[in-house]
């Protein structure tokens, strides 16, 4: 303790000091296909194809929102099939990663589950005389500019609503790799596909819960 009478100009500065406030931490989503597939179907029901487009890019590729908003019509055409037409190989994007420029890397998209809603997307690009390079768009001086992050934050409240769940796109980044896993890609498989730079990536994205991953091994007749 300090004695006032040796220090009478002394301030405890600390209690001055504001207190540092937790930040709130969002309350993990985990979805699954059927969840995903039944709001599909109630945007399309809604003509809202621009938001079912993006919800079923994010399913089948686990794609960033940032990275949503940088796909290009084109990518998705006969040219960039691969794999005997099972997956698009996208241009090279920026992605997430180290300097201004990110990593530069293409994305691989699951042809199947996506095509049905970029088809529905645009065709009613076509109605409505939608004319832009990018894949998602909104409008803005008197043209279709290219989609910006903050729309897919919108989107993302929408779908949320329709699901009735807290939703963010990044969810559907951890669906993806759960659903890699389900199918039998091999961990290193699926880091390759995403250009992650470790397996501790593919852990850090799967949702299956340990007894499913144990089911696989201990299910079915013994074997001896």
């Known amino acids: 303790m300090l004695d006032e009478d040796l220090y009478p100009n002394f301030r405890n500065l600390v209690k001055s000091l504001e207190p540092v406030h937790k930040a709130p931490v969002r309350e993990k989503t985990i979805l699954t296909d059927e969840q995903v ?3 599909l179907n109630k945007l399309l029901e809604q003509n809202q194809c621009q938001i079912a487009c993006a919800l079923a890019l994010s399913l089948t590729s686990g794609m960033r929102k940032a990275e949503l908003t940088r796909m290009k019509v084109e990518f998705f055409d006969e040219n960039h099939l691969v794999f ?7 241009g090279i994007i920026k992605t997430k990663g180290h300097g201004s420029s990110g990593k530069q890397i293409p994305k691989y998209v699951l042809r199947d589950k996506f095509q049905p809603y970029f088809d529905a997307w645009m065709k009613q690009r076509e109605e409505r005389g939608i004319e832009s390079p990018w894949l998602f768009v909104t409008a803005g001086e008197g043209k279709f500019i290219q989609a910006t992050v903050s729309q897919m934050n919108t989107y993302a409240e929408k779908i949320g ?4 769940v807290p939703f963010y796109f990044h969810c559907m980044r951890h669906l993806w790799t759960s659903n890699m896993q389900r199918a039998g890609f091999p961990d290193s498989v699926i880091a390759e596909i995403q250009s992650w730079e470790s397996l501790e990536m593919v852990k850090r994205y799967s949702d299956i819960p340990t007894e499913e991953r144990l089911a696989q091994f201990f299910n079915g007749e013994d074997k001896e």
Do not use: S
């Open 37 to 39: 597939e039944d709001c």
């Open 161 to 164: 609503a329709l699901m009735d």
């Open 84 to 90: 005997d037409g099972k997956m698009y190989k996208t």
